[in-house]
């Protein structure tokens, strides 16, 4: 019995080694950080799941077994799908299919209420994201530089998924708000990892939605505040190029989901 722990060890070590010499080929090939956490995480839940990553047949039978959705299952497939390809082994991605789902709209208020009572820094993230819609990579790797506090300005110059970068004009609260955090680094929100910043939003929004008594608060994410933006600026303007742009959207085709909301 111990030689089969010690053996499911070694093989667990070996597995995890593997993972981070395909996270290093993704850096080389210019995958931002985002995407390479992403398929990293999904690559270890994996193992944990008892896939053996060298083995296709053995990574689909653990994948067709999660009870999770089919989106959820075709982001299990791509993230092996790249794996697969990076380390020569043969395999066809099964059949899964992104569900096409209209997102959550929270109210105004309840953003407002989550952000009153998140942490500091946590707070002015989702200030940041309410009124400007980036994505959270995106403010994530915003630095100071980008910050121009006498003409109440915020640049996107390293936006995600190939989107163009953007300049927004930032209320006076959220120049306060980014005034008043530490400068330890080039990043305004850096030297802490997402999965912390993530795990730490969770359990807060978990507090207030039991303090308020409003279980719609579990449904916010930092993504959610993209979606309300798009689709708060879409109503008042009703000009899809507007929102396309303050999106950073190459292609008016994922803008248009903004419309029917």
Not at 24 to 37: P, Q, V
Not at 123 to 132: D, R, S
Not at 133 to 157: C, H, P, Q, Y
Request: some cysteine; charged content about 30%; proline content about 3%.
């Amino acid at each position: 019995q111990e030689e089969a722990v010690a053996g499911a060890k070694q093989k667990q070590t070996e597995a995890e080694a593997k993972i981070l010499e395909h996270a290093w080929r993704l850096k080389k090939e210019g995958y931002k950080e985002s995407t390479i956490c992403k398929r990293v995480s999904i690559l270890k839940r994996l193992v944990k799941l008892g896939a053996d990553l060298s083995d296709p047949e053995s990574v689909k039978d653990v994948i067709a077994r999660q009870e999770v959705s089919e989106s959820t299952k075709l982001q299990m497939a791509c993230a092996y799908d790249s794996y697969a390809s990076s380390n020569q082994i043969k395999w066809e991605i099964p059949n899964y299919k992104q569900a096409q789902k209209l997102p959550f709209i929270p109210l105004e208020t309840e953003i407002d209420a989550l952000i009153a009572g998140c942490s500091k820094k946590t707070a002015t993230v989702l200030q940041l994201i309410k009124e400007t819609g980036m994505r959270i990579g995106e403010a994530w790797s915003l630095k100071w530089t980008d910050i121009d506090f006498e003409a109440g300005t915020v640049r996107v110059n390293e936006p995600e998924k190939n989107s163009n970068p953007r300049i927004f004009k930032a209320s006076n609260k959220l120049i306060s708000m980014l005034n008043a955090l530490p400068r330890r680094n080039e990043k305004v929100f850096g030297g802490t990892p997402r999965s912390s910043v993530n795990s730490r939003f969770w359990e807060q929004r978990r507090r207030l939605a039991q303090k308020l008594q409003n279980p719609r608060l579990l449904q916010i994410k930092f993504h959610t505040l993209r979606h309300w933006k798009a689709t708060t600026e879409y109503h008042r303007t009703r000009d899809i190029l507007y929102v396309k742009q303050l999106l950073g959207h190459k292609s008016i085709t994922n803008t248009i989901l903004y419309t029917q909301l």
